[in-house]
């Protein structure tokens, strides 16, 4: 069965600290994509950050950038110079080529940011 | 602008109420999906449609009915609901059906079953 599994159902950080969201995954599929989704108090999902598997470079977008390890199937977050509106859920997700039309979710990591 | 909208943004309802959520998107997108998300949980797919047709369906109640008139509108008509049938339900698009680029998401209804 493929699986995401979010370990840190809560965190905290400082405002302008740095802090990594932990993701861990399961699929026996060789290709597949990853994405971090961000879900504030507005309640919209928002993509984060997009990773294809079969690149080995980590994806970075401004502040975020992802911790891809293939081998050890992890994919953690990581948020730079944290802000006040990065508090929200946010949601590890994965989908295969495998034509089920399935994004699999994690059940989110809450992070707080502390002023 | 989200690109998809949802209403209402909250509805209460009583078990034998019949309602409707609506879920509408203009980014021109082809395939639409219904979520339904509860605490701690993982994010549920309840229905896929692709090009208007349901291409999905897992496993979900009877008492849960979704129409896709077209590419950009995409309702959940609500009947004889429980009560754990109370959570956040998020409308979600893409361009096609297993589109890995992401999807774009609604803010959801949230239902309450009284």
């Known amino acids: 069965a493929q699986t995401v599994t979010q370990s840190q159902p809560e965190m905290s950080v400082q405002e302008a600290e740095t802090v990594t969201l932990s993701c861990t995954y399961d699929?026996?599929?060789?290709?597949?994509?990853l994405f971090w989704y961000k879900q504030p108090p507005s309640r919209q999902m928002i993509l984060v950050i997009r990773?294809?598997?079969?690149?080995?470079q980590n994806a970075t977008e401004n502040r975020f950038s992802v911790n891809f390890q293939k081998a050890a199937k992890s994919f953690s977050l990581k948020i730079s110079d944290s802000q006040l509106g990065d508090t929200a859920m946010y949601f590890c997700a994965f989908t295969t080529l495998s034509g089920t039309y399935k994004y699999i979710f994690g059940t989110g990591t809450r992070l707080k940011v502390l002023a | 602008e989200t690109g998809v909208t949802q209403t209402p943004r909250h509805l209460v309802m009583g078990m034998t109420n019949k309602k409707s959520l609506k879920c509408e998107q203009h980014?021109?997108?082809?395939?639409m999906y219904w979520y339904k998300q509860s605490a701690k949980k993982p994010l549920e797919l309840m229905f896929v449609?692709?090009?208007?047709?349901?291409?999905e369906n897992n496993s979900v109640p009877s008492r849960f009915s979704p129409e896709c008139p077209n590419s950009s509108h995409l309702f959940l008509h609500l009947h004889t609901l429980q009560p754990e049938d109370s959570a956040l339900y998020l409308c979600?698009?893409?361009?096609?059906?297993?589109?890995?680029?992401?999807?774009?998401f609604g803010s959801g209804t949230r239902l309450t079953v009284v």
């Open positions: 979600a698009s893409s361009q096609e059906a297993g589109d890995s680029y992401g999807y774009t």
């Open positions: 449609y692709n090009f208007k047709e349901q291409t």
């Open positions: 699929t026996s599929e060789s290709n597949y994509y």
């Open positions: 980014l021109g997108h082809n395939a």
């Open positions: 990773q294809e598997a079969y690149k080995q």
